[in-house]
């Protein structure tokens, strides 16, 4: 099924182009489960075989992810704070809770963005507590375009680097979910490291 899947997207990513990987990439960072390890690799390949070209391509699956990031935070920031905050009694989220995670992104809204972004599904949700937050534009920006920048390169490189092997392309989709799974860990051990060295 998977092969069929990543045929159909090669044929249909081929058709669209860049407004095609830049679409289902932004739905991807929505909450619309599109895995992105289904959608950059097979571009990567387009771009292997020249039909596309590879900078574009990741331009255009970093720029998607951050339009569907900003589709959540800006649900989140002006739809969902207000109604939260005025009915999450009823779904056990009081203005206490809310205010913890607001205070949480103003000490840590950076790193939990970037990392978030090389997560599967944590991707899809990070968006929600940064807009939630009331976290900076700016920031928010910068780094979902860093951690996207990074992730969309991985997939794209898999694809061009491997061509059609739909066997491999999703063997090694997996390991670079592992290793950034793994990396983001040892990040995070980094920054809390130096955040415990800065305060003492």
């Given at each position: 099924?998977?092969?069929?899947?990543?045929?159909?997207?090669?044929?249909?990513?081929g058709?669209?182009?860049?407004?095609?990987?830049?679409?289902?990439?932004?739905?991807?960072?929505?909450?619309?489960?599109?895995?992105?390890?289904?959608?950059?690799?097979?571009?990567?390949?387009?771009?292997?075989?020249?039909?596309?070209?590879?900078?574009?391509?990741?331009?255009?699956?970093?720029?998607?992810?951050?339009?569907?990031?900003?589709?959540n935070?800006?649900?989140?920031?002006?739809?969902?704070?207000?109604?939260?905050?005025?009915?999450?009694?009823?779904?056990?989220?009081?203005?206490?809770?809310?205010?913890?995670?607001?205070?949480?992104?103003?000490?840590?809204?950076?790193?939990?963005?970037?990392?978030?972004?090389?997560?599967?599904?944590?991707?899809?949700?990070?968006?929600?507590?940064?807009?939630?937050?009331?976290?900076?534009h700016?920031?928010?920006?910068?780094?979902?375009?860093?951690?996207?920048?990074?992730?969309?390169?991985?997939?794209?490189?898999?694809?061009?680097?491997?061509?059609?092997?739909?066997?491999?392309?999703?063997?090694?989709?997996?390991?670079?979910?592992?290793?950034?799974?793994?990396?983001?860990?040892?990040?995070?051990?980094?920054y809390?490291?130096?955040?415990?060295?800065?305060?003492?």
């Open positions: 099924m998977i092969k069929d899947l990543m045929l159909m997207l090669v044929d249909g990513i058709s669209f182009g860049y407004l095609g990987i830049f679409i289902l990439m932004a739905m991807e960072s929505s909450l619309i489960p599109i895995p992105s390890e289904l959608v950059m690799p097979p571009a990567g390949y387009l771009a292997q075989q020249g039909i596309m070209n590879p900078w574009i391509t990741i331009l255009s699956g970093t720029t998607g992810s951050l339009a569907g990031a900003y589709a935070y800006y649900v989140a920031r002006y739809l969902g704070r207000p109604v939260l905050f005025k009915y999450g009694k009823y779904f056990f989220i009081s203005p206490d809770k809310l205010h913890r995670i607001e205070r949480f992104f103003l000490r840590h809204g950076e790193i939990s963005t970037f990392i978030g972004r090389l997560l599967p599904v944590v991707r899809h949700l990070i968006s929600i507590p940064a807009g939630l937050s009331g976290m900076k700016l920031r928010f920006s910068l780094y979902t375009l860093l951690g996207s920048l990074i992730w969309c390169s991985v997939l794209t490189w898999i694809g061009y680097t491997i061509g059609r092997n739909q066997e491999l392309i999703v063997m090694y989709s997996k390991q670079a979910v592992i290793w950034a799974s793994f990396g983001s860990c040892l990040l995070l051990i980094v809390i490291f130096f955040r415990r060295c800065r305060v003492k």
